[in-house]
């Protein structure tokens, strides 16, 4: 019996090992430049987000702090991105909702770190959320979100949408919303992708939603 003890202890202690090891934050693999070291088109792509919806406080982090080592495409970048955040015809719930959805399905840290207050701020079921961060579906999540979230899997994972589904998202948002929905799972896709490769992390102390590759 002691023998069996000592080894459940021990198969304990090592998956908590594996755990911590995966939850290790990666190092970012581009260092983000101060005010006073950026160039002129630096500045000027800085600029334009804190001029934008976003507001004048808005720092460097996340997909900005990578977009200005590119600032033509940042500019671009950040246009599109003002675009679906705030002036979509999608409700800001379920565009919040479908953000999160897409950070899950990436992993993407810096994504779910930066949206998930902002979707339960809009009206998104702290217990959906919770299920979407695990990996399970939100079957306590209001009709209208349930939609989006099939449309959400189907789309990333056949890579097509059933017509029934795009019925039911059809049904919710019209014509000018789901292809303006289309845009923001694309975006954010695009965003996840940046953090994903840079290594793009929330701030130091600030918890990872889902646990790092080894």
């Not at 189907?154 to 303006?180: D, P």
Request: charged letters at 25%; hydrophobic letters at 40%.
């Amino acid at each position: 019996m002691p023998a069996k003890r000592l080894t459940s202890k021990r198969k304990t202690a090592s998956k908590a090992k594996t755990a911590k090891k995966a939850t290790k934050r990666p190092a970012a693999r581009l260092v983000t430049p101060t005010e006073a070291e950026m160039n002129d088109t630096q500045r000027t792509l800085l600029q334009a987000i804190r001029s934008g919806p976003r507001g004048a406080a808005i720092i460097p982090q996340g997909p900005f702090a990578v977009w200005l080592h590119a600032p033509e495409y940042g500019q671009l970048a950040q246009a599109l991105g003002g675009f679906c955040r705030y002036q979509s015809s999608v409700p800001p719930r379920l565009s919040e909702f479908a953000i999160l959805c897409t950070a899950r399905l990436w992993r993407a840290q810096f994504e779910w770190y930066a949206h998930a207050h902002v979707a339960e701020k809009e009206g998104v079921k702290l217990k959906t959320i919770a299920d979407l961060r695990a990996g399970r579906v939100p079957k306590s999540a209001a009709k209208d979100e349930r939609a989006i979230y099939d449309f959400v899997q189907e789309i990333y994972k056949a890579k097509r949408v059933s017509e029934r589904t795009y019925q039911r998202v059809l049904g919710v948002l019209g014509e000018k919303g789901v292809v303006e929905l289309v845009g923001i799972l694309g975006y954010y896709s695009s965003v996840a992708m940046t953090l994903n490769v840079f290594a793009m992390l929330p701030p130091e102390g600030a918890e990872l939603a889902f646990a790092e590759p080894r």
